[in-house]
Nanobody, 116 residues
Framework: QVQLVESGGGLVQPGGSLTLSCTAS????????MRWYRQAPGKERELVAG????????SYSDSVKGRFTISRDNVKNTLYLQMNSLKPGDTAMYYCNVLYRGVNYWGQGTQVIVSS
């Protein structure tokens, strides 16, 4: 079955950096676009970044553009999110996502807290 396992979250000071990872299994990772979402307390889940199959095309929400970088390793079946210049507003649970055979799959999430 499809499994997505995120890791790499934690507590970081404003201006700091974190790299999130998402290890995928149960489907052909190399043939599927992938996305990172986040959900802050009391807010709806929002799309943060997406990457296409070969990894040559990426997209970002306006709130993270220029600060976050999405990438993938199709050999390791792993999705990454490099987050720089973190702000308190980036505090959220971060989820990786794949739409596979018409079904949205999510990991359990990894918590990012940006605070001094």
């Amino acid at each position: 079955q499809v499994q997505l396992v995120e890791s790499g979250g934690g507590l970081v000071q404003p201006g700091g950096s974190l790299t999130l990872s998402c290890t995928a299994s149960g489907f052909a990772f190399i043939r599927n676009s992938m996305r990172w979402y986040r959900q802050a307390p009391g807010k709806e889940r929002e799309l943060v970044a997406g990457i296409n199959v070969p990894g040559s095309n990426t997209s970002y929400s306006d709130s993270v553009k220029g600060r976050f970088t999405i990438s993938r390793d199709n050999v390791k079946n792993t999705l990454y999110l490099q987050m720089n210049s973190l702000k308190p507003g980036d505090t959220a649970m971060y989820y990786c996502n794949v739409l596979y055979r018409g079904v949205n799959y999510w990991g359990q999430g990894t918590q990012v807290i940006v605070s001094s």
